[in-house]
């Protein structure tokens, strides 16, 4: 089980999970909207999932991606330095980290889609 395969010493934040995955962004539940029920190229992905002292967006345990929807929170002061922690321990865990801004996600999904679809190595003919 994933939770098991992250060397952490921090206890799962399954409750925080549950209630981010009923209080998603608007872009969160659009690309949920794609990526569920392996509609995107029959990859399976799992949202709001705990890893390590972290919750992420959307991850894909066969590609070990994570996507990331950034929103407003993520232009704030102090927020690039708090990011870029959380991508070295995912990085550190052996993931790839795919960041997608929230109104990129709501405005040109087909975009993003591409973006990750470049990501996890599928292009189109």
């Known amino acids: 089980m994933l939770r098991y395969a ?3 010493t921090h206890p799962p934040k399954t409750r925080f999970a549950k209630k ?3 209080d998603q962004t608007p ?3 659009k690309l949920w909207k794609a990526l569920r029920s392996g509609r995107f190229h029959g990859l399976k992905f799992r949202r709001q999932v705990p890893v390590g002292p972290y919750i992420v967006d959307f991850l894909c345990p066969a590609k070990k991606l994570i996507i990331e929807v950034d929103g407003d929170s993520h232009f704030e002061p102090g927020a690039k330095e708090k990011d870029a922690t959380r991508e070295e321990f995912l990085r550190k865990q052996r993931f790839a980290v795919l960041r997608i801004l929230n109104s990129e996600a709501v405005c040109d999904l087909e975009a ?3 973006k990750l679809a470049y990501a996890v190595g599928y292009t189109e003919d």
């Open 6 to 8: 992250v060397t952490c």
């Open 20 to 22: 981010l995955r009923k």
């Open 27 to 29: 872009g969160e539940i």
């Open 112 to 114: 993003a889609l591409a």
